[in-house]
């Protein structure tokens, strides 16, 4: 007898015709369902054709965490679909903590790949894919910051965002990276499908009465950082004006440069 295992679907990020044989072959079999959204998990099977009828537990943000241990148990003793309103469960939905529950107890968890915002994003970009970062949703506050602490960050960013806060947080990314490259995927695959590319500034222009939609953002990552060892040894020195100690200005220059921390600390003891 096959053990029971734990099986996260990724479903249409918009067009239904990208939901795989595998995806609907799940749905029509399936004896317990927990989705995000119980209702989204019965439109898109009736879209689908699905006459199955099984047992739908609603596991979302508010209640993932608790409704864990009762799935895990469920799939000791037969399989359990798991499902969110678009996308692969666990990449910024529900999910996470199931996982990471089933894992600890020992129970199987699988995957049904298909559809990925993120990945579909990145690939219409036009910007490096060779690296990159999946950042999640943008903070609702203090964008400028948190676009200040990964203005060094060299590989390609994704993120999610709001359609009612993109221009805002366009302007914010200009703020810190001027020239950077953008790009404002919307509605991927969907009808309207829009893949805008430009600077941050140009795109908050183009965005600024608004629009609809599901938001992927894609910036491209900053040059690599190309300082020279007198150029580290100044930046040394000036942190040590504002009160670092030296060991610690050279480990701060190190890490921003990639130059020997070593020589830095060096060089910085050195009279000038």
Do not use: W
């Not at 430009?198 to 900053?222: K, N, Q, Y």
């Not at 300082?227 to 040894?233: E, H, M, Q, R, V």
């Amino acid at each position: 007898m096959l053990a029971s295992v734990i099986i996260l679907a990724a479903t249409p990020i918009g067009n239904l015709g990208d939901a795989s044989r595998r995806l609907i072959e799940a749905l029509t079999t399936a004896e317990v369902i927990a989705s995000e959204d119980t209702r989204t998990t019965i439109h898109l099977m009736k879209a689908l054709g699905i006459e199955n009828r099984p047992r739908l537990i609603p596991l979302h943000e508010h209640n993932e965490t608790e409704k864990a241990a009762e799935i895990v148990e469920l799939a000791r003793v037969g399989d359990v679909l798991v499902l969110t309103d678009a996308g692969m469960p666990a990449i910024s939905d529900p999910g996470f903590p199931l996982v990471a529950a089933a894992a600890a107890a020992g129970v199987t968890v699988t995957a049904l790949p298909g559809p990925s915002a993120v990945l579909t994003a990145l690939a219409v970009s036009g910007l490096p894919t060779d690296r990159f970062t999946f950042e999640g949703f943008l903070p609702r506050k203090g964008r400028v910051a948190y676009f200040t602490a990964l203005a060094r960050e060299e590989r390609t960013m994704v993120f999610f965002e709001s359609p009612n806060r993109l221009a805002d947080s366009l302007r914010d990314l200009a703020a810190v990276a001027p020239d950077r490259r953008v790009v404002v995927c919307r509605e991927l695959t969907k009808l309207h499908e829009e893949v805008a590319r430009g600077t941050a500034a140009e795109l908050a222009e183009t965005f600024r009465d608004g629009t609809r939609g599901e938001i992927c953002l894609v910036v491209e990552g900053a040059a690599p950082a190309t300082a020279d060892l007198p150029t580290g040894i100044a930046q040394v020195r000036a942190l040590v004006e504002e009160g670092f100690r030296l060991k610690e200005a050279a480990a701060e220059v190190a890490e921003a440069t990639g130059l020997s921390k070593r020589d830095l600390y060096e060089g910085a003891l050195r009279k000038p």
